[in-house]
Nanobody, 121 residues
């Protein structure tokens, strides 16, 4: 069992930065691939970034070069550093866990409650 809690969202101006955190409970955290998905109003949940149990990272094309995912296993936390934010990044951001990397939200086993990121132009 893994429980995930996101934090770090907020209101930021376009071009600014935020760092989201995904804190996990459970002794098997290090064996899971941790993902970030975003969901804008009226849209489906979309893959943003993921990090495998062996620290291999994956990014959606829309965030490559702007977002960085990292993990701190002793702290049971995954971070999403978001730079050069754009108005279209406005969404609820969810972290999710699965034993394997997947770009599809339906394959995730555990989910957090989400954190809102809002961009002002």
């Amino acid at each position: 069992q893994v429980q995930l809690v996101e934090s770090g969202g907020g209101l930021v101006q376009a071009g600014g930065s935020l760092r989201l955190s995904c804190a996990a409970s459970g002794r098997t955290f290090s064996t899971y691939a941790i993902h970030w998905f975003s969901q804008a109003p009226g849209k489906e949940r979309e893959f943003v970034a993921a990090i495998s149990a062996t620290d291999i990272t994956y990014y959606a094309d829309s965030v490559k070069g702007r977002f960085t995912i990292s993990r701190d296993n002793p702290q049971n936390t995954v971070y999403l550093q978001m730079n050069s934010l754009k108005p279209e990044d406005t969404a609820i951001y969810y972290c999710a866990a699965n034993l394997a990397i997947s770009y599809r939200p339906q394959y995730m086993v555990y989910w957090g409650q989400g954190t809102q990121v809002t961009l002002s132009s």
